[in-house]
């Protein structure tokens, strides 16, 4: 009882110091749960707005979600990452800090020139025909044999990826150099920076019951 009077001050500042600790691991649980929910409600709603610029051409902003790494691989699960997926590609997962995932959509109207060939064989004729059209963005050829037709096709557009850093978002703009291409469908993270060792509490912690015993005395 005398030693408990005599270092009171002790007692006190370990309790405070223990109820913080508890505290900020139930902030960081809470803030988990909530990273989870807005990351869910990200995938469940459509988050790309379209701009036009002066030009005509086509801007779509994403909305990106920040998250921790205490919680990287659950968060990319929720917005449609496939971790098992990311190894198989030779990618780290923990190690990305920011992922973007995209699913375009184009459509568009053509016309093709189609030439007619005879094939003369021992003992039939042979219809064959073939077919080559292409744009700035799309080629399509290929032949048409015994009413089966084989074809190829290469499709490509520019795609530019901006990021815009705002208050509490970050806005990610993606310009593509077709016009008749559309983003159905994206999400967008970004891995928030490991922190400091100043910036960790039991640092501040351990500096603050030292400076108590440093005072005391």
Do not use: C
């Not at 005599?6 to 902030?27: C, H, P, R, S």
């Not at 003369?120 to 059209?133: A, E, P, Q, R, V």
Request: net charge neutral; glycine share 6%; charged share 20%.
């Amino acid at each position: 009882m005398k030693y408990i009077k005599q270092y009171w001050w002790i007692v006190l500042v370990l309790g405070l110091a223990g109820y913080v600790t508890y505290l900020n691991f139930k902030i960081k649980g809470l803030n988990k749960d909530r990273q989870i929910q807005a990351i869910e409600l990200s995938v469940l709603r459509d988050s790309v707005s379209i701009y036009v610029d002066k030009t005509g051409e086509l801007t779509y902003k994403l909305n990106a979600i920040e998250i921790d790494n205490s919680n990287l691989k659950e968060s990319l699960e929720v917005a449609g990452y496939n971790i098992s997926q990311l190894k198989e590609k030779d990618i780290n997962w923990r190690n990305i800090v920011a992922a973007l995932r995209l699913q375009l959509q184009v459509a568009g109207t053509g016309e093709i020139h189609v030439t007619d060939t005879l094939i003369i064989t021992k003992t039939d004729t042979l219809s064959y025909s073939k077919f080559d059209w292409s744009d700035d963005y799309l080629s399509f050829n290929g032949s048409i044999l015994n009413n089966n037709m084989k074809f190829n096709y290469k499709y490509q557009t520019g795609l530019t990826f901006l990021t815009e850093e705002k208050r509490n978002s970050t806005i990610v703009s993606v310009v593509m150099t077709d016009p008749s291409a559309s983003i159905i469908s994206a999400n967008s993270i970004i891995i928030k920076p490991e922190k400091t060792i100043w910036d960790k509490w039991y640092i501040w912690g351990t500096a603050g019951i030292l400076t108590g015993v440093l005072i005391s005395k």
